[in-house]
């Protein structure tokens, strides 16, 4: 994905916490895009603190959401988080500016994934 990502009404799964997440994650990789590289170390150190700690907990809510609410496809949904769970905490681990194009490419699959996957659960909801 290129360019800012805005959020359409067409992206709704239905459920106004997880769009009101799903919104916030959008910003996030809007930022993400915006960070150049140049920035200085501590600005960097701050937006991937806020990046991993807030999809991680994302994963964790929409997961216990759906449990909730019977979703079948649970378990193949908690496997496609997985995948951004070991990105998000190897981009921690490392924590270098280099990073910064990693967690780009794990933001636009996190908004592919939102626009895609999370459509399959709206009819549990």
Do not use: P
Request: glycine letters at 4%; proline letters at 0%.
């Amino acid at each position: 994905m290129t360019g800012t990502i805005i959020w359409r009404d067409d992206m709704s799964v239905g459920n106004s916490d997880l769009d009101h997440q799903h919104r916030r994650l959008i910003d996030t990789a809007n930022m993400v895009r915006g960070l150049s590289g140049d920035e200085d170390a501590e600005i960097i150190q701050a937006a991937l603190d806020e990046v991993v700690e807030y999809i991680l907990h994302h994963l964790d809510f929409e997961e216990d959401l759906l449990a909730k609410n019977s979703y079948k496809g649970l378990i193949e949904h908690k496997k496609k988080h997985e995948f951004f769970r070991e990105c998000v905490q190897t981009i921690y681990a490392n924590k270098s500016i280099a990073t910064s194009k990693m967690l780009s490419d794990t933001m636009d699959r996190l908004i592919d994934h939102i626009m895609n996957d999370d459509k399959e659960y709206i009819c549990c909801l």
